[in-house]
């Protein structure tokens, strides 16, 4: 009987930290999901309020305030990361727009792997640091110069920002 009880400790033992894995990874997809619909904000996608709508966050786009500025906002209780509020702009000018998105989730569920998770995409290089216990990352899109990202996740918060400035081409002007 007690040799049946070892077993079944040691066998859950040995199960716990794999369990544990899957949630981390999981966590670590729902943030770099969360990069992905602020991607499509950023780079002026005409369907992001759709598409997020479509994932289930509550998006809409506000009041402009100059012809040449369109905001969105968007909500949504993201499970392995939390209660996360996006932002986006797109300001258009003569020779180029600037897509900005920014992305907070206060007290988030996730640990430093949901920027670790980011930071490892292969379609963004950059740096990152550990300052007390927190994960900066500082990065630039592989492909894409002109995609600029900044994530944090620290004691208080989970922080996605995006900068996108694209030139416009001769036709567009």
Not at 53 to 64: K, M, P, V
Not at 80 to 96: D, M, T
Request: with cysteine; hydrophobic share 45%.
């Amino acid at each position: 009987m007690r040799a049946a009880l070892t077993i079944i400790a040691v066998v859950a033992l040995c199960a716990t930290p794999v369990a544990a894995q899957g949630k981390t990874k999981a966590k670590a997809s729902a943030g770099v999901a969360v990069l992905e619909m602020c991607e499509r904000f950023a780079s002026g996608d005409v369907l992001a309020v759709q598409a997020a709508q479509a994932q289930g966050w509550d998006a809409y786009e506000d009041a402009g305030e100059s012809p040449f500025v369109k905001s969105y906002t968007a909500d949504k209780a993201v499970p392995g990361v939390g209660e996360a509020s996006l932002f986006a702009l797109i300001e258009s000018y003569p020779e180029s727009s600037f897509g900005y998105c920014r992305v907070d989730v206060d007290q988030p569920e996730g640990g430093n792997e949901l920027v670790q998770a980011i930071a490892d995409l292969p379609r963004y290089a950059g740096e990152t640091r550990v300052v007390d216990d927190g994960l900066y990352a500082s990065l630039v899109a592989s492909d894409k110069p002109n995609w600029l990202l900044l994530s944090h996740r620290n004691a208080d918060s989970f922080v996605i920002q995006l900068s996108i400035n694209t030139p416009k081409a001769a036709t567009e002007q």
